[in-house]
């Protein structure tokens, strides 16, 4: 059996070390248009403010290839998937065939449109070779503005500003972390980012960025205008589909996967950010662009490919961070439309204290939690398995909630509680 993945990110990898729990033989191949192998873009802002280094990045060792007798191709693009042939085309003219295929192409950073987005000093910080492309110009370095103020944004803003350069975050909306928080949560972390020296402009988009070949400065679409030497794309990402373009492959934002993993092409696979999966609170399809998610796709996936029958059970909404001390995690819906929610909500502004809880039909639907963290997992599993907390609902946001308290509830999914740790929740990124 030959199999061949495109990524070498969290989906990929996962896959890697799904086929292998079942085949020890198949051959695999592993294509990455990066040259740095086997490191997590979660912490990639991290290494970026110098908080942590290179080997801190990686999530698994170095031999890890060696170790699962991986072909490695790095540095290498894939072009063109041609899935009626079986083999993939790579951009160094070599054409690989394959038995069953996976893709894992994630995502990349969304394009502004506008003049001047290809000025010396204009980035997205996504991968390695961004960091080291933002380290060489560092040093003329003054003022940084941050374009998007979402979890990817606000993330890039946090790293620059720990390098002691002056940032400013435009925002085209009324607030930041809008996807993530509703407004009260979203008011606390704006002024402790701006008491830490970050200055947050809302109500404003660029219309073009200003220099010659360097940056210099960007245009606001109200008619003013910004001194800067570097400029931040954060407003989001876009998965890289471009590949299966004309193919069988079909594609609605993101590569369709049916409850498998599997692709509308035969033998064919899509994992992680690049994949649409169900949604299992809202039922819709969509991308839940966090690591977690990717993980857990890739391995489904992975034991497909090798011949299971593994259902993906679905995906959720969860992203974590932390901006000056103060930890945040959202999980599910938070910002509720429409009838049949409810939300119950604890607030200390002296603490910078916020928990909300949004219920529908019984059951917890969705959380925000600043500042007050310890049973995120806890509330993101009663989310996951759906379980009526009408016993407890008087008593989730105590400051003792715990484990304990429903553990009446939990004893058929026990093992699941015990197994996922609630970790998962502290490994989440937004991408």
């Not at 020890?24 to 970026?48: A, F, H, M, N, W």
């Not at 801190?56 to 540095?75: C, T």
Request: aromatic share 6%.
């Amino acid at each position: 059996m030959r199999y061949v993945i495109i990524g070498g990110s969290a989906a990929g990898i996962s896959a890697v070390e799904a086929i292998r729990s079942i085949d020890q033989k198949g051959e695999i191949t592993v294509i990455s248009d990066e040259k740095y192998p086997l490191y997590s873009r979660c912490l990639i802002t991290y290494y970026l403010a110098k908080s942590i280094d290179e080997k801190k990045l990686k999530f698994r060792k170095e031999d890890f290839f060696q170790e699962n007798r991986v072909n490695a191709i790095l540095g290498v693009k894939v072009e063109k998937v041609m899935p009626e042939q079986k083999k993939v085309k790579l951009s160094d003219g070599r054409e690989l065939t394959y038995d069953k295929l996976l893709i894992a192409t994630g995502s990349s950073p969304k394009k502004l449109g506008i003049a001047g987005e290809d000025r010396e000093g204009v980035f997205g910080i996504r991968r390695i070779d961004d960091i080291k492309g933002i380290e060489k110009i560092i040093g003329r370095v003054k003022t940084v503005v941050v374009l998007g103020g979402g979890l990817i944004g606000m993330r890039d803003a946090y790293a620059l500003n720990a390098l002691g350069k002056k940032v400013k975050v435009i925002v085209k909306s009324n607030r930041i972390l809008s996807q993530m928080l509703d407004e009260a949560s979203s008011e606390i972390i704006r002024k402790v980012v701006e008491k830490n020296g970050i200055e947050i402009i809302t109500g404003l988009d660029a219309v073009e960025i200003t220099g010659d070949k360097q940056v210099k400065g960007l245009k606001l679409d109200n008619g003013s205008k910004l001194d800067c030497e570097l400029v931040i794309i954060g407003k989001g990402v876009d998965p890289n589909t471009e590949l299966v373009a004309g193919t069988a492959i079909k594609v609605h934002g993101g590569i369709i996967t049916d409850g498998y993993m599997k692709t509308s092409a035969a033998d064919v696979y899509a994992a992680g950010d690049v994949a649409l999966t169900e949604d299992i609170l809202s039922g819709e399809t969509t991308i839940n662009a966090i690591w977690p998610c990717a993980v857990e796709q890739g391995r489904i996936a992975g034991l497909n490919m090798a011949g299971e029958k593994e259902k993906y059970d679905g995906s959720m909404s969860m992203n974590s961070l932390t901006f000056y001390g103060i930890p945040v995690i959202s999980i599910g819906i938070t910002r509720p439309k429409g009838e049949g929610f409810e939300q119950i909500l604890q607030k200390d502004t002296e603490r910078n204290i916020y928990k909300k809880m949004v219920i529908r039909d019984k059951r917890l639907a969705g959380i925000i939690l600043v500042n007050s963290v310890t049973q995120a997992g806890v509330y993101g599993e009663l989310i996951r398995k759906k379980i009526d907390i009408s016993s407890i609902k008087k008593g989730l946001l105590d400051s003792n909630f715990n484990f304990m308290k429903i553990l009446p509830l939990v004893q058929d999914n026990m093992d699941s509680f015990i197994e996922k740790g609630f970790q998962d929740l502290l490994l989440s990124c937004g991408k």
